[in-house]
């Protein structure tokens, strides 16, 4: 058994090294939505501390175990564990491994001032279009940043996987957190065609992470809303 779970890890690297071939700004993927949900395998896949640390790096994903959300920004890993009432973000420790990763780096990027309260399915579209007009390809992945005044923003972080009854699977469990009216910032993943269901789940696109606009507090997002006059950040090719 170990052999043959060997023998699929390293198949699913070398696809995922092909898969990210040809993705811009860096990207590089650890670890499968999709491999995750299917197989109920939560262990770590790299250490926190092998992330990049320059000022460019940016990214998100899980820690093993499903045990909290990572989010590393301008190269520094900052960790949200599951026991955390508050969603609050502390250091990661030396020890530290997540289970999916993506990470880029960039070295410049284009801001644009959102031109009227959107939703996120508007969002979405104005991000896709947007990208569009700077030359950035929607079938391949790119990162992109907001600043600015959030209406609402629903965002939770996994408190680690609970196997359920008869279920080898298991699932996770979540503290949720429902905010109006917040200033933050949101980092997010278009996956592109490439890395669908492997930086973001399964049918969807886009993955997202939010923090205060100290920093203090992050988490995975599920649904958000982005005020006019806030700033969108994208990556210039």
């Known amino acids: ?90 250091p990661a420790s030396p020890a530290d491994e997540a289970v999916m990763f993506v990470v880029a780096q960039v070295e410049a990027w284009d801001q644009i001032v959102v031109p009227n309260d959107m939703t996120q399915a508007q969002f979405e579209t104005f991000v896709l279009r947007t990208a569009a007009s700077k030359g950035l390809d929607a079938e391949h992945a790119f990162p992109f940043v907001v600043k600015g005044d959030l209406p609402r923003v629903q965002w939770h972080v996994v408190m680690g996987a609970a196997p359920k009854h008869g279920d080898p699977k298991g699932h996770a469990s979540i503290r949720a957190f429902d905010q109006a009216g917040v200033t933050g910032i949101l980092l997010g993943f278009h996956s592109g065609a490439a890395l669908e269901g492997v930086i973001s789940h399964p049918g969807e696109r886009f993955h997202v992470h939010y923090a205060s606009r100290d920093l203090s507090v992050s988490g995975h997002v599920d649904e958000y809303r982005v005020a006019k006059g806030a700033l969108l950040r994208l990556p210039r090719k």
């Open 1 to 90: 058994m170990k052999r043959i779970r060997l023998l699929l890890s390293i198949t699913f690297t070398l696809w995922a090294a092909l898969a990210l071939g040809s993705e811009p700004f860096g990207i590089r993927a650890f670890g499968d939505f999709k491999r995750m949900t299917g197989t109920g395998d939560t262990a770590g896949v790299i250490k926190l501390r092998e992330l990049p640390a320059a000022l460019d790096a940016f990214g998100m994903g899980a820690l093993a175990g499903l045990r909290g959300e990572v989010l590393l920004w301008e190269g520094k890993p900052l960790v949200t564990r599951g026991h955390s009432e508050k969603g609050s973000v502390e």
